[in-house]
């Protein structure tokens, strides 16, 4: 059987934030005292006594509210509980029952699905005694925890454990991690969304709509992806407020957890400093990267309306120019809007993520380099370059270290050229390479096997 869904829901500012994080056992979600932070669902998977299921923290459910977002953010938790196995009611001890509870508690009762009334904030004898008023909501009785203290949440566990089905382990699948990261409105949410076929993410046009890092399992062509939607990366003069502090925390994590970086930019303002700021964080961080330019369809000139062959040329010469660290990534317009460019964006993510993870073989790998070298010798004040061994210690990305007589004569070029030839020989489009060199006295005969 498949493993659990169970869904925190509420209205704005009851803790659900703060439980997600204490359930999780890490800080997840973004907590802020400021209503209506969390605007996404946000996804973790858990393990409790041998039992896992997957937790959704969703934006408090706003009812009747007029506003564009807030009205979407129902819709998002309204989403989460249709998903859901186990619906968390997360409701506020401090402040008591409200109008809003009774109202969240008749869309949860229509559900028919299996709920739990979580009263948040107990912090006392007499806060646990007021409980009692929640009987009112007719949901059962009611779990006191205090999501900020810690207190009762194995006692809240106990009580989701009839409801999280055991799950025999299967064995672990390569899973494709993809952060789609960019500056704020160019379209990521608007590429998820695309990608899904469904209104996964929050789409707006206003700057800043997704605040945290939001995961979507999905499949593509047999392999299994995670699609990592993250809140835009602003300069650190635009970062003003906490939330929005850490949000930027939040997205350059998605990049360090992922495999592939998916570059948005906006094909109406083209690449910015901003833009190489995030490819060369991609790139330090050892991460593979794509990079896609939406809007393609809202560009001037009919050739790029078109989808013209010269105007993408012409758009990709001019951002390869400023991104001479990542000539490896490949480049792709496309349309969220329209899905157009969709499924060749997502074969070129699998390519990338394909060599991120290449291992090459020892013996093929000296050869190789044995090859280069007498083809392009390398000297430094007389002295010519020996690599006595290559060998690969790491992938993700693939990670070589060179065993030679002197590091001086491995200088720039020659590592670069070594990197070009490994390029041209094997399928490595997509992924950033590391060359280390190591001086060595003579060959290491003991250190030569096979991989």
């Known amino acids: 059987m498949d493993r659990a869904i169970v869904a925190i829901v509420g209205r704005p500012n009851v803790g659900k934030s703060t439980l997600f994080n204490r359930l999780a056992g890490e800080r997840i979600a973004v907590v802020e005292e400021t209503p209506g932070v969390t605007r996404d669902r946000i996804y973790a998977d858990c393990l409790y006594r041998g039992r896992s299921f997957s937790l959704i923290d969703t934006g408090g459910l706003q009812l009747q509210s007029e506003d564009a977002v807030l009205s979407q953010v129902r819709k998002q938790a309204e989403f989460a509980i249709e998903e859901a196995d186990l619906i968390l009611f997360v409701t506020d001890g401090k402040e008591g029952v409200s109008s809003i509870d009774f109202e969240v508690a008749d869309i949860i009762r229509r559900t028919g699905k299996p709920a739990l009334l979580v009263v948040n904030k107990i912090e006392s004898e007499k806060r646990e005694a007021e409980a009692g008023d929640f009987y009112s909501l007719a949901m059962g009785d009611p779990v006191c925890i205090s999501a900020i203290h810690g207190i009762e949440i194995g006692e809240l566990l106990e009580q989701m454990l009839p409801y999280l089905p055991e799950v025999e382990e299967e064995p672990k699948e390569a899973v494709v991690r993809v952060a789609i990261v960019g500056r704020p409105n160019v379209g990521k949410s608007s590429i998820v969304n695309a990608i899904l076929g469904k209104e996964r993410a929050i789409v707006d046009n206003v700057p800043g709509t997704t605040r945290d890092a939001v995961d979507s399992p999905f499949e593509f062509e047999g392999r299994k992806l995670v699609l990592v939607d993250t809140a835009g990366i602003r300069r650190k003069s635009k970062v003003k407020e906490d939330f929005d502090y850490y949000s930027v925390l939040r997205a350059l994590g998605a990049i360090e957890r992922s495999d592939v970086a998916l570059l948005v930019f906006d094909a109406l303002e083209g690449a910015t400093d901003q833009d190489k700021r995030i490819s060369g964080y991609a790139h330090e961080e050892g991460r593979a990267q794509v990079m896609a330019v939406n809007k393609w369809d809202l560009r001037d000139g009919d050739d790029a309306k078109n989808w013209g062959k010269k105007a993408q040329a012409d758009f990709e010469r001019e951002v390869r120019e400023q991104f001479p660290f990542a000539a490896y990534a490949p480049f792709c317009v496309v349309s969220a809007r ?39 010798p390398a000297y430094y004040r007389g002295r010519a370059l020996k690599i006595y061994y290559a060998n690969q210690i790491r992938k993700s990305p693939p990670t070589f270290l060179l065993f030679v007589n002197d590091t001086r004569l491995a200088h720039f070029s020659t590592v670069r050229y070594l990197e070009n030839e490994l390029r041209r020989n094997y399928p490595l489009v997509g992924t950033p390479l590391r060359l280390f060199v190591r001086k060595s006295e003579g060959n290491l005969k003991g250190q030569q096997r096979e991989k």
């Open 338 to 376: 329209l899905r157009e460019g969709i499924t060749q964006m997502l074969e070129k993510v699998i390519t990338a993520a394909d060599a991120h993870r290449l291992e090459i073989p020892t013996r093929e790998l000296n050869r190789l380099v044995a090859e280069a070298l007498d083809k392009h």
